[in-house]
């Protein structure tokens, strides 16, 4: 190791306690999504610490994107350093929203509590932690005097967990993350310290709905129950799609090795009358809202369709018109819609992408050992930066372990924050072209 390398991965280290109070400060601004709270307050705390560093900042609202209000505004911070020499560019990009806390929690969930060697709290992990890391990766090389190349981006970015529409979406579609501003992207979403993930699978949201006619509840044989279709219908999503996709595997590492084949949720279910509520008085007679006697004449299910890298989009559709299409010609009365609520192909960025390589050099050099590679079950910002962004540049790295996200008593740990700044800070040297 060079003596000089030596004095920036040294100054990392002495950085251990601003690390961990970054990461408390950007804990305890509660940006829960949704509905997106606090988007403002949290977007400047990043860019005001970048400005004094010598950053140029911007604050890009996502005006007219989904959720985007003057009560809650989806605010986006990106921060651009740029080098002494010509060079390429490294981007981090860290969401800020999380998700609420939920029940069950031992530490304050916004409290950034101190404990065991770790900092405890909503987002610790996912991933203001990482966020943190990034920060002070840039700060250190920034500071180290070596001869810097290229340009350092840092961006803050709003609703990732429900989407990134108003985020990195927003941003990539108005070149925020393509060639010639941006070259390699690093995401620090909780992947593991030690661990690069070069992609995600694919998804495709449908919302099938089923159709009937409606009668008196009493007399249902006068109508046609559009829930018994749907019945019909998932009764085949059970016994002839779920075995099929069972037996579907891809050659990418998806971690967890279950998520290694296609998979099937019904995410929501919905027939015939609003939900009720009502209960029994004392004299056991029935009070609030109560439901009407009625066949439901309509009926919705959404379906959350991940598929691999070996299936193709158009296909994955068809697999379930052609199920519907089935129903149609052999079950008296049935009738179907169905639409597209969202969906994004497969990425897998290759092993030997300059990102991937410059971050397993920096994981060998900082932790003595070789890092493992994964792909993500579900997707996450990435699918926008190659999509719209077209950039294939791109990778998820940063600290903390990934079954904590959106968990109680969710937390990063310190070593890990310290560590995982120091590779980044390697990485981006070295794809920076300053390597000295
Ligand atoms: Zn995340």
Request: proline residues 7%; negative net charge.
């Amino acid at each position: 190791m060079t003596p000089s390398i030596d004095r920036l991965l040294q100054s990392i280290d002495a950085k251990r306690d601003e690390v961990v109070a970054l990461t408390q400060d950007l804990v305890r601004i509660p940006t829960i999504n949704p509905p997106g709270d606090a988007y403002e307050a949290c977007a400047h705390l990043i860019g005001e610490r970048l400005a004094r560093k010598g950053f140029a900042v911007e604050y890009i609202r996502a005006v007219g994107a989904p959720g985007d209000s003057d009560s809650h505004p989806r605010t986006n911070v990106v921060a651009r350093w740029q080098a002494p020499h010509p060079g390429e560019c490294v981007h981090f990009n860290s969401h800020i929203d999380v998700v609420e806390t939920g029940p069950g929690w031992t530490y304050e969930p916004f409290g950034g509590q101190v404990a065991n060697g770790r900092v405890y709290g909503r987002g610790t992990c996912d991933m203001k932690g990482g966020l943190a890391s990034s920060i002070i990766a840039c700060e250190a090389l920034i500071e180290s005097g070596l001869p810097m190349s290229g340009a350092l981006e840092i961006s803050g970015t709003v609703d990732e967990e429900s989407g990134g529409f108003a985020g990195v979406g927003y941003l990539a579609e108005r070149g925020y993350f393509s060639k010639p501003r941006v070259h390699h992207v690093i995401i620090p979403e909780p992947l593991g310290v030690d661990r690069i993930c070069l992609g995600h699978r694919g998804v495709w949201w449908g919302e099938v709905e089923t159709r009937g006619r409606i009668a008196h509840g009493s007399m249902p044989f006068l109508g046609d129950s559009a829930i018994n279709h749907m019945s019909a219908f998932i009764h085949l999503l059970e016994t002839q799609l779920q075995p099929r996709l069972q037996g579907r595997h891809t050659a990418e590492p998806v971690e967890p090795p279950g998520a290694r084949v296609s998979t099937l949720n019904i995410n929501s279910i919905h027939g015939g009358q609003v939900e009720q509520r009502y209960s029994l008085d004392e004299r056991g007679w029935p009070k609030g809202d109560l439901p009407a006697p009625v066949v439901a004449h309509l009926c919705k299910a959404v379906l959350d369709r991940r598929f691999i890298a070996e299936e193709n989009l158009e296909a994955v559709k068809q697999e379930i018109v052609d199920m519907l299409e089935e129903l149609k010609r052999t079950r008296p009365g049935f009738d179907y819609g169905i639409r597209d609520i969202m969906s994004f192909v497969p990425t897998a960025t290759p092993k030997d992408a300059p990102v991937v390589d410059a971050t397993a050099r920096a994981i060998a050099r900082v932790l003595g050992r070789e890092p493992s590679y994964i792909a993500s079950p579900g997707t996450y910002d990435q699918k926008h930066i190659v999509r719209s962004g077209k950039l294939r540049d791109c990778i998820a790295y940063g600290p903390g372990i990934l079954d904590l996200a959106h968990q109680p008593d969710e937390y990063v740990g310190i070593q890990e924050l310290v560590d995982s700044a120091k590779i980044m800070a390697l990485a981006a040297l070295s794809l920076t072209g300053s390597t000295p």
